[in-house]
Each structure stands twice: as structure tokens, then as C-alpha cells.
């Protein structure tokens, strides 16, 4: 039984340089998790950020519970994240003294908990974007060649 992904923030990969990567829990209100278990969320221009010693996740967006009433959550509210406190001192460090960033990169269910993937990153520039959509082309045209190549065999 593998861990039923929710939703994958695509744009992350794209945009910066994923170093280290983290397993934090989310704190959820009852509707929230419904939603998630539909499959109704997204994590573009989503970020994490340690404040007072706890990581909480900016920006995410669940949508409202369409069985929801009045007890509905509010889809861009600021989530905590549950970490380790060695964790957390740790990321604060890393994020404080390089110029790092945390990215949340996929939200995901595993064993029945919402779990998110945390991305220490680095902002890429726009000439690294440029080279990486190159080189992918370049690599894509190749994989085409040696294919055609086998064919005509």
C-alpha cells in the first residue's frame, strides 16, 4: 500500500534548485481533510516559514468542502506544519544564514495522515531555466534519433 498522492507543485521543480527534501505532517480541520480526500487542492506559489519556532504553510489552497455547511475552513488559510523541534532548528539555520527557501513540493496521504514534501530550495536564474528546457530538447531529440536508428535496422 503506497501513499495516494494528492496534489504535485510542478512549478517547483521548475523554478528552483530542490537540495534537501522533508516529511512534515499538516495540521487539519475536518472539512480540510474531506477536500484533500477529493483530491481538491493546489500548491502553486505555496511556501513554508518558520516562525516562533513552528513551520506553517503559506498560500495552499483547499478548496471548500462542497458538503460543508457553515463549519466550512478557509481554502488559503495558513496551515501549521508538525516537524521535530531538532528538525525545525535545523531548517531555520539552513534558511536564515544561505538564503534558502522551503517549497512544499507534493501533499500526500500516508497511512490514512496528510503529509506534505518540504523542498529546501534555491531560486534558479533565468539563464539555468533556459540551458535545462535546452538540454531537455536536446536530450529528447536524441532518445528520437537512436530510436529511429533502431528501426531502420
Same mark, same amino acid.
Request: proline content about 2%; charged content about 35%; cysteine-free.
Given at each position: 500500500?503506497?501513499?495516494?498522492?494528492?496534489?504535485?507543485?510542478?512549478?517547483?521543480?521548475?523554478?528552483?534548485?530542490?537540495?534537501?527534501?522533508?516529511?512534515?505532517? *499538516?495540521?487539519? $480541520? @475536518?472539512?480540510?481533510?474531506?477536500? #484533500? =480526500?477529493?483530491?481538491?487542492?493546489?500548491? !502553486?506559489?505555496?511556501? +513554508?516559514?518558520?516562525?516562533?519556532?513552528?513551520?506553517?504553510?503559506?498560500?495552499?489552497?483547499?478548496?471548500?468542502?462542497?458538503?460543508?455547511?457553515?463549519?466550512?475552513?478557509?481554502?488559503?488559510?495558513?496551515?501549521?506544519?508538525?516537524?521535530?523541534?531538532?528538525?525545525?532548528?535545523?531548517?531555520?539555520?539552513? *534558511?536564515?544564514? $544561505? @538564503?534558502?527557501?522551503?517549497?512544499? #513540493? =507534493?501533499?500526500?496521504?500516508?497511512?490514512? !495522515?496528510?503529509?506534505? +514534501?518540504?523542498?529546501?530550495?534555491?531560486?534558479?536564474?533565468?539563464?539555468?531555466?533556459?540551458?535545462?528546457?535546452?538540454?531537455?530538447?536536446?536530450?529528447?531529440?536524441?532518445?528520437?534519433?537512436?530510436?529511429?536508428?533502431?528501426?531502420?535496422?
Amino acid at each position: 500500500m503506497g501513499d495516494k498522492i494528492i496534489t504535485v507543485n510542478r512549478q517547483a521543480r521548475h523554478d528552483y534548485d530542490i537540495i534537501e527534501t522533508y516529511e512534515a505532517g *499538516i495540521a487539519l $480541520r @475536518g472539512t480540510e481533510v474531506k477536500s #484533500l =480526500r477529493a483530491g481538491r487542492a493546489n500548491l !502553486k506559489d505555496s511556501y +513554508a516559514k518558520v516562525v516562533n519556532g513552528e513551520v506553517f504553510m503559506l498560500g495552499a489552497h483547499i478548496n471548500e468542502y462542497e458538503q460543508g455547511n457553515r463549519y466550512n475552513h478557509d481554502p488559503k488559510r495558513d496551515r501549521k506544519l508538525l516537524m521535530h523541534k531538532r528538525e525545525i532548528v535545523r531548517l531555520n539555520s539552513k *534558511i536564515s544564514e $544561505r @538564503g534558502l527557501t522551503l517549497v512544499p #513540493l =507534493r501533499m500526500y496521504f500516508k497511512r490514512g !495522515k496528510a503529509k506534505v +514534501a518540504l523542498g529546501l530550495a534555491r531560486g534558479k536564474r533565468m539563464p539555468s531555466k533556459r540551458e535545462e528546457l535546452r538540454r531537455r530538447v536536446l536530450d529528447r531529440e536524441m532518445e528520437r534519433a537512436l530510436k529511429d536508428q533502431v528501426r531502420s535496422r
